[in-house]
């Protein structure tokens, strides 16, 4: 069973910056894949990043460049840095693992990027 909570959303100005942050109840180190997903007011969620244990990531398209995702195993968390943030980014961000041949998924955390 892999809890996962998610932090640091909020309301930003067009440009600006966020690091949102998913701790994970215990080691993420035998956990091979996690992400970042998001859901657009009235869209489907969709992939926003992703990386495996080996630290190989992968972007939207629509992200590329202004996002990073990285993981610190010690601290058993996945962070998601934000800059140049634009008002289409604005969403629910939800972190999610595969484990064990199940999908794990967060709370989320709401980011307004609006001026």
């Known amino acids: 069973q892999v809890q996962l909570v998610e932090s640091g959303g909020g309301l930003v100005q067009p440009g600006g910056s966020l690091k949102l942050s998913c701790a994970a109840s215990g080691s993420i180190s035998s956990i091979n894949y996690m992400g970042w997903y998001r859901q657009p007011p009235g869209k489907p969620r969709e992939l926003v990043a992703d990386?495996?244990?080996?630290?190989?990531?992968n972007y939207a398209d629509s992200v590329k460049g202004r996002f990073t995702i990285s993981r610190d195993n010690a601290k058993n968390t996945v962070y998601l840095q934000m800059n140049n943030l634009k008002p289409e980014d604005t969403a629910v961000y939800y972190c999610?693992?595969?484990?064990?041949?199940?999908?794990?998924w967060g709370q989320g955390t709401q980011v307004i990027v609006s001026s």
């Open positions: 990386i495996t244990s080996g630290a190989s990531t």
């Open positions: 999610k693992a595969f484990y064990r041949l199940r999908n794990y």
